[in-house]
């Protein structure tokens, strides 16, 4: 099963135009051969190898919102799309300490680029959680050929994100799915796009849609001011036919412990920890070469400045600080899928990572606001595009409130209650 393992850049195929856009845009994206990791090390170099490269158009794909087609590509070439799958599916089966880990260096340099395929790993795990023998097999094996999930978000106008109205009703053997969709990150590039909806029973179920199929629209229409590159805007599901085998049933998701939201907010937090990382370098490097220092310090660099040496201080100690915690919420998790999972264990770990979520946006928001103060005033000159910090943390960080973390970490310490099952906590 397993292939050999070469170099990251001699398993990407040149791809010398992105897909066609418009009308077009309901058609698969192309399918390139995709590296199978071997081991963790192999995943960091990839993901490292990727971010190195996105960096340099980084700024611009921002200011221009040209979306990432090539690095993604890239992205999934290298194998690093199908590095959760179980070994027994013939994935790498790699720890989500190394999932954790390739978010943050992607993110660090492209929040966007980081976040595109955050949904495709939840899907992942609820699929493993979930499908049938057959599913998983079939759809983890597309996975490791190198196709893309996408999701097809909460619904447009709903009263929140599980307030599910798209319907799913029988037609024949098959089905048909009806509903409009927003927030739905990734689906543009994806292979499969996977939607909620509600049954003839009222189930919730989620229907796996191959892309180019009849009454699948994906539009292009998200206008966030930050993570301007993620295109998490509307899909439209009018009468879409859906095969049985392609329907899955999500009631496990609720009956039984499990790490999905766990694993979902993981990544959430290593996008953020990522921003704040890239924020922070990129305003020590602001002081050091372009900053003037302020005339009542009487220093020669404004790198000199007490102030501002104190301020980056508390920074990187704020920082490590929240690194450290998102490493210990990936260990946890990593601890509780290798033993027998029950509702403590899986509790444990939910609280692990809000915890690693709480400090991961409050210090995204703190780094990317602070570099203006620390940089200067010529620090918002649209040449440089150092305001993209700020507004990738201000949007990311928005996926749930920070304030339900700390009300959910509060419960469990002092009254022992289990935090809800669901991908926001």
């Not at 539009?219 to 805007?233: E, H, I, L, P, Y």
Request: hydrophobic content about 40%; overall charge neutral; glycine content about 6%.
């Amino acid at each position: 099963m397993a292939r050999p393992s070469v170099p990251l850049r001699d398993t990407v195929p040149e791809i010398r135009s992105q897909p066609a856009t418009g009308s077009d845009q309901d058609i698969a994206p192309p399918l390139y051969p995709a590296r199978i990791l071997r081991n963790d090390e192999e995943a960091l170099q990839a993901a490292r190898e990727l971010a190195r490269d996105a960096a340099t158009e980084a700024a611009r794909r921002d200011r221009e919102r040209k979306l990432p087609w090539c690095e993604l590509e890239r992205f999934t070439a290298s194998g690093l799309g199908s590095l959760t799958i179980p070994r027994e599916y013939g994935g790498p089966g790699l720890s989500f300490a190394t999932l954790s880990e390739v978010f943050r260096l992607i993110s660090e340099v492209d929040p966007a680029l980081g976040q595109i395929p955050q949904n495709h790993f939840g899907l992942l795990q609820l699929i493993q959680l979930t499908a049938n023998e057959s599913q998983k097999r079939r759809l983890f094996r597309s996975v490791l050929e190198g196709w893309r999930i996408g999701n097809a978000g909460p619904e447009r106008g709903s009263r929140h994100t599980l307030d599910i109205r798209a319907r799913l009703e029988r037609d024949g053997d098959g089905f048909r799915l009806s509903g409009e969709k927003f927030y739905s990150t990734g689906a543009l590039f994806a292979h499969w796009v996977a939607a909620k909806a509600l049954d003839d029973h009222d189930r919730v179920v989620l229907a796996l849609i191959p892309r180019g199929t009849q009454g699948l629209r994906i539009v292009d229409d998200w206008s966030g001011f930050g993570q301007r590159t993620t295109a998490s805007g509307t899909v439209l599901l009018n009468a879409v036919p859906v095969t049985a085998e392609n329907v899955i049933d999500l009631s496990p998701q609720r009956d039984l412990p499990n790490l999905q939201g766990a694993a979902s907010q993981l990544i959430q937090a290593a996008i953020d920890a990522g921003i704040a990382r890239g924020a922070l370098n990129d305003a020590i490097a602001f002081v050091r070469d372009k900053a003037r220092p302020w005339i009542e310090a009487k220093v020669e660099r404004a790198s000199d400045d007490p102030y501002v040496v104190a301020d980056v201080g508390r920074l990187n100690v704020e920082l490590h600080a929240a690194e450290a915690v998102l490493r210990r919420a990936a260990r946890v998790l990593d601890d509780s899928a290798a033993a027998p999972l029950d509702a403590d264990g899986a509790a444990r770990a939910s609280i692990a990572v809000a915890e690693a979520k709480v400090l991961t946006t409050e210090i995204a928001l703190r780094a990317s606001e602070k570099l203006f103060e620390l940089a200067g005033s010529r620090a918002t000159l649209a040449e440089f595009n150092l305001d993209r910090h700020w507004r990738n943390a201000r949007t990311h960080t928005l996926h749930d409130p920070v304030r339900w973390k700390y009300h959910a970490i509060g419960a469990y310490h002092l009254n022992g209650q289990h935090p809800a099952r669901h991908s926001w906590i």
